[in-house]
């Protein structure tokens, strides 16, 4: 057999393979930005983007005067455009059985777009407010304005059949607020007698960049309208986004039984949260994505019946279209995908399959998704250690690829490493139907543990038996076919794999790298069979010392020479606590002292302040003396305490400094029980009595009210209740030292000890 006739079809399917990838990244692609001369009809990023100025100039988290501002033109703006809009202002508890209980001061903004024939209503959803120390142009304020523009886009066309109505959502960053406040109102009205008819669109974002992807379907019969939009999804990234402690508001309407899509993009991650996620990193191109996603969905589901709910589905995206199928179907193409295994095997030892061989190649291959799991684990500690401004940014870096290429040519080495030794009692071909049936395998305990994501399994292992039998069926057992058949079964696994690994590395960052390198094994274990041209097998370790090199000199050379500048700003971490009860003033940091311009402040050992600042327990801080500085303190007002039948009610009024935008209480459960209590108005659960902990009850309140919260707790046990409050505040005291970050430096993403002030009061009631 010539060298050429062995290296041709290695050539054709590694041809297909990269036509594959290609075809299967095409969602993943953002929209050119429309310019604003584009149709009346059309979106336009331009024009959206020109709102922007007056929605996210500066932070404006709920509560803020900023916020008043941007709150001011919106209503404006939806009037212009011929609405009737709302401001609905409420006190919402976000989980009021937690603790601590989240509650707060929400206004949310509501208009209605009314349809020819309703048989529902669809929800048009952002969230208004910023974290306090950003000014949210990605998070959220160009979904808001994209939102604007959607409306005018709609007011330029024929009458949606459903209502449409706009919901602009207050205090989400703080627990989803606006969004339970809008669902409690509505409880008990006539629409809340079936959600089902309603259909919440949500729009949002974790990075100033990115392609459009819809991430979370609430409920059922929604895939047409995701199919519409064009949108990258896949029933895996809800399953994983279940699993993982994020929310959105759309948390809130799915628990009150309300459909929903969640569109995001969620590149660049290094901004979020942070002062530089502003205007001008924004990237329009994604803006016109979410637009244009946003506009096809809204008209798809309103011309749709929203009364018609279909099955529970199993979707994907695929070379440019949304693949469904019913969810009852999950369980029994993975059972009959398992079967097909052993078939297969029977059916191939006379065609020169070694059921051996292939077991023995599948009893190896774990190995290599133990360590693609171990080295992502490792790196990121690694990683962690030689540079700690990256552990700062919850690993996310402004240069993923460059660690995600390093990480992913030392899995190729490994796993070339992991096929040579499987290959020397296995055929490839053997070696390809032991790795197939881990698939099959791995298709069934996801259909059962985790059904949304067992298409990634299901398919490729039964595409791939298909392929191996026709190969065994057609071909000569001296075939140069047979040798590469593995990447041909590789196929459907680049076409489902390659995009959802795409998505999760930037959604996941650094810190859970370890979980698409295990998801790159997949697609890249059927690849190794490509190498079986070569002349000689010491080419083959040449090229395994070249890959090795390369990838650890990526991670290496990546590490030492990844650098800031004013655009990308390195992270850093100080905040100030002021313990008024004793006067005691406190840097403390979730960083250390290599940090720049605020490092030098950390002078003493890290500590944990659970006792002193509750708010603050729980971590290790370094931390460092400062000066005193005049601030307001919380304080109480209009105390009354009244006991019957041993049960204490306290009435208190609590006012927060000015300047606060939260206010945490926490109760000292250690000689007392906390039966319930009530916090301007909103019931919020008790909790026992802890005598190892001190402050074992606690609630934060954001946007305090000027004129301060009315609290009433009803607690059990002897003496005083002791209350710990604590103010937080955005920004340094003058007077007390404080650096300035330089201008290529930035205050570590919200929430976190960065560039705000505590004052800590304690009070005996």
């Not at 079809?9 to 299967?24: C, D, H, I, K, M």
């Not at 009959?336 to 599948?362: D, I, K, Y």
């Not at 905040?575 to 290599?594: N, Q």
Request: hydrophobic fraction near 45%.
């Amino acid at each position: 057999m010539t060298t050429m006739r062995k290296r041709v079809p290695a050539l054709a399917a590694l041809v297909l393979l990269l036509l594959t990838a290609v075809a299967a990244l095409l969602p993943l692609r953002v929209s050119e930005p429309r310019p604003a001369s584009a149709p009346v009809g059309e979106f336009s990023a331009a024009r959206a983007v020109a709102r922007l100025d007056n929605i996210a100039k500066v932070p404006h988290p709920a509560g803020s005067a900023a916020q008043s501002q941007v709150r001011e033109y919106l209503v404006g703006e939806l009037r212009k455009l011929g609405l009737r809009p709302e401001v609905q202002a409420r006190v919402a508890p976000s989980d009021p059985d937690g603790n601590p209980a989240v509650v707060g001061s929400v206004s949310n903004i509501h208009a209605t777009i009314p349809g020819r024939e309703p048989t529902g209503r669809v929800l048009l959803v952002a969230h208004y407010d910023s974290v306090p120390i950003a000014p949210g142009a990605s998070d959220d304020g160009a979904n808001v304005a994209a939102i604007l523009e959607i409306a005018r886009a709609l007011g330029t066309g024929p009458q949606l059949r459903n209502d449409l109505e706009i919901l602009f959502t207050d205090g989400e960053e703080q627990g989803l607020l606006g969004a339970r406040a809008f669902v409690d109102a509505e409880a008990g009205t006539r629409r809340a007698a079936d959600p089902r008819r309603t259909v919440v669109v949500n729009m949002e974002g974790r990075g100033p960049s990115g392609p459009v992807v819809m991430f979370q379907m609430a409920g059922t019969g929604l895939v047409p309208a995701v199919r519409a939009s064009g949108a990258f999804t896949t029933s895996f990234s809800a399953a994983i986004y279940d699993r993982l402690p994020n929310d959105t508001d759309l948390t809130a309407f799915d628990e009150a039984g309300m459909r929903g899509l969640n569109f995001a993009f969620m590149d660049g991650s290094g901004h979020y949260h942070t002062t530089h996620d502003d205007i001008a990193r924004l990237d329009r191109a994604s803006v016109q994505d979410m637009g244009e996603a946003a506009l096809a969905a809204v008209r798809q589901l309103g011309g749709a019946d929203l009364s018609q709910t279909g099955p529970d589905a199993t979707y994907f995206s695929l070379f440019g279209t949304v693949v469904s199928y019913p969810a009852w179907l999950v369980l029994p193409l993975a059972v009959v995908t398992l079967l097909g295994v052993p078939v297969l095997l029977w059916f191939g030892r006379r065609r020169g399959l070694s059921p051996g061989g292939a077991g023995r190649a599948a009893a190896t291959f774990p190995l290599t998704l133990i360590g693609a799991a171990a080295g992502g684990l490792a790196g990121w500690w690694v990683l962690s250690l030689a540079r700690p401004d990256f552990a700062l940014g919850e690993g996310s870096v402004y240069h993923l690829g460059r660690y995600a290429w390093g990480g992913v040519l030392l899995l190729l080495v490994l796993l070339v490493a992991w096929y040579r030794w499987a290959r020397r009692k296995a055929s490839p071909l053997d070696v390809v139907v032991g790795v197939l049936g881990w698939f099959a395998l791995l298709a069934v305990v996801c259909a059962v543990l985790l059904p949304q994501g067992a298409y990634l399994f299901t398919w490729p292992a039964l595409i791939g038996t298909v392929v191996v039998g026709v190969t065994l069926r057609f071909t000569a057992a001296d075939s140069p076919w047979r040798a590469v058949s593995g990447a041909l079964t590789a196929v459907p696994v680049v076409a489902l794999v390659l995009p959802v690994v795409l998505v999760l590395l930037p959604a996941l960052g650094l810190t859970l790298i370890a979980a698409p390198l295990v998801l790159a094994v997949l697609p890249a274990a059927l690849l190794p069979g490509l190498l079986e041209p070569l002349p000689s097998r010491r080419a083959v370790t040449a090229g395994m010392l070249a890959v090795a090199v390369a990838g650890a000199g990526t991670l290496v050379v990546g590490t030492t020479l990844d650098g800031y500048s004013t655009d990308e700003p390195r992270p850093v971490s100080l905040g100030y606590v002021l313990e008024s009860d004793t006067g005691k003033a406190t840097w403390v940091s979730l960083g250390d002292t290599s940090q720049p311009t605020v490092g030098k402040l950390l002078t003493g050992e890290p500590a944990r302040y659970d006792d002193r600042v509750p708010s603050l327990g729980g971590l290790a801080l370094a931390n460092g003396a400062a000066r005193t500085a005049p601030l307001d303190t919380p304080s109480t007002k209009d105390v009354s305490v009244a006991e019957a039948d041993g049960v204490r009610t306290i009435r208190v009024r609590i006012q927060a400094p000015a300047d606060a935008h939260t206010i945490d209480v926490h109760a000292d459960t250690g000689a007392h029980e906390i039966l319930d209590a009530t916090v301007e108005g909103a019931k919020l659960a008790g909790g026992p009595k802890h005598p190892e902990r001190g402050w074992g009850w606690s609630f934060s309140y954001a946007a305090p009210p000027a004129d301060g919260i009315d609290v009433v707790i009803r607690t059990r046990g002897n003496g005083p209740l002791p209350l710990r409050v604590m103010s937080t505040a955005v920004g340094l005291p003058n007077g007390a030292g404080a650096p300035a970050p330089a201008p290529d430096e930035s205050w570590a993403s919200w929430p976190s000890v960065a560039g705000q002030t505590f004052v800590v009061r304690t009070f005996r009631l």
